[in-house]
C-alpha cells in the first residue's frame, strides 16, 4: 500500500537567465497520517522548493507528489500552507481572514451557524478568540501567526504545510507557539510538513526530521527518528539524555553539511 503523502523521485530544474539549475534531485519521501515531519538543512539547499511542490504552486521537473494517492497538480484547501509571514489580508478582521477560508472549504456543507461555530473553535485553539474583530495591523507578530495557524487548521487540510511558521517571531514567543502547535498536532492528529532552522524545535515537534544534502542538486542526506515520548515537555527534555542525543545527530550533520563559505 502506498504511504498518505508520497515525494516519489522529485526534481526540479529552474530556467533562468544565466541558464538551467539544478534545483532538487531524486527526491524520495513516504509520510503517514498523522506524523509530524521537519525538514532541515542550509539556507538554499530546497526547503521551500520541496514544500511548495506539495502545495502545488510549483511543478516538479520529474517525479511527482501523491496524497491518499492522487497526484498532487495545482494548490487544493487539502494542503494549507503557513509561511513565516503572515498573509492575512490587513482589510479584514481576525474572525472574517479565517471567515473568508471557512466559507470557502465548509460553504457547502456547513451551514452559517456551524461555520460561525467553527471559526470560533478555531480561534479558541490558539487562545486568539478575544481578538476576533481586530485587523491584522492591530495585533502583534505572534498573534498573527496564531491566526495563520487558525486558518490552516478550520479548513481541516489533510497536510499543514509550514514554512518557518515562527522563524520571525522572538524566543519567547515562538516557544509558546511551538508548545501550542505540538498539544494542537497531537490532539487533531494533523499531518505536518514543517521547515525549520531551529534544531530545538525540529527536535521537540517531529516525529521524523529530513536533513536535506546542499545543493545544486540537492536530496534528502538522512532522516532521524525522533523517538521520544508524548507529551513532551520542553523544561524535563533539556536534561534529558536521549533529546540531548537527537540534538547532537542534528547539529552534526549540519556542521558536517557546512557550505564551503561557512566552514572556514
Ligand atoms: N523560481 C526560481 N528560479 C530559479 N532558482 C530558484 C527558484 N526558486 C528557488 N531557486 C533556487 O533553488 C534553490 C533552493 O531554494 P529554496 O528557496 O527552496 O531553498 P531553502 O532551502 O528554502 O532556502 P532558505 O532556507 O534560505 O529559505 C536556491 O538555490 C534558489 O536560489
Known amino acids: 500500500m502506498n504511504a498518505y503523502l508520497s515525494i ?6 529552474f530556467q533562468t537567465e544565466k541558464g538551467s539549475f539544478r534545483a532538487l ?15 532541515i538543512g542550509h539556507s538554499g539547499c530546497g526547503k521551500s522548493t520541496i514544500l511548495n511542490i506539495v502545495a502545488g504552486l510549483l511543478q516538479a521537473t520529474e517525479g511527482g507528489v501523491l496524497l491518499e494517492n492522487r497526484e498532487v497538480d495545482s494548490p487544493g484547501p487539502d ?3 503557513v509561511f513565516q509571514n503572515h498573509s492575512l489580508l490587513p482589510w479584514l478582521s481576525v ?4 471567515k473568508l477560508a471557512v466559507d470557502k472549504v465548509h460553504g457547502k456543507t456547513k451551514s452559517k451557524e456551524e461555520r460561525h461555530a467553527w471559526i470560533m473553535h478555531n480561534l479558541q485553539l490558539v487562545r486568539m478568540d478575544h481578538a476576533k474583530d481586530k485587523t491584522p495591523n492591530e495585533i502583534s507578530g505572534g498573534m498573527k501567526q496564531r491566526v495563520g495557524i487558525a486558518r490552516a487548521l478550520a479548513m481541516e487540510p489533510k497536510v499543514l504545510l509550514l514554512d518557518e511558521p515562527f ?4 524566543a519567547l514567543t515562538r516557544a509558546h507557539l511551538q508548545d501550542s502547535l505540538l498539544e494542537i498536532q497531537r490532539r487533531l492528529g494533523n499531518t505536518v510538513m514543517m521547515i525549520t532552522h531551529d534544531v530545538d524545535e525540529a527536535v521537540l515537534l517531529s ?3 529530513v536533513m536535506m544534502s546542499n545543493g545544486p542538486a540537492a536530496s534528502i542526506a538522512q ?3 525522533v523517538d521520544l515520548p508524548h507529551p513532551r515537555r520542553r523544561v524535563e527534555l533539556a536534561d534529558d539524555a536521549q533529546y540531548n542525543h537527537y540534538r547532537a545527530e542534528v547539529l552534526r550533520f549540519l556542521h558536517g553539511h557546512a557550505p564551503a563559505s561557512a566552514a572556514a
Do not use: M, P, Q, W
Not at 474572525?95 to 479565517?98: G, K, L
Open 25 to 39: 534531485d531524486h527526491v524520495n519521501l513516504k509520510v503517514e497520517k498523522g506524523e509530524f515531519i521537519s525538514i
Open 8 to 13: 516519489d523521485d522529485v526534481g526540479i530544474t
Open 95 to 98: 474572525y472574517d481572514n479565517i
Open 79 to 81: 494542503r494549507a500552507v
Open 223 to 225: 532522516i532521524l527518528k
Open 207 to 209: 516525529d521524523r526530521i
Open 167 to 170: 522563524g520571525a517571531l522572538d
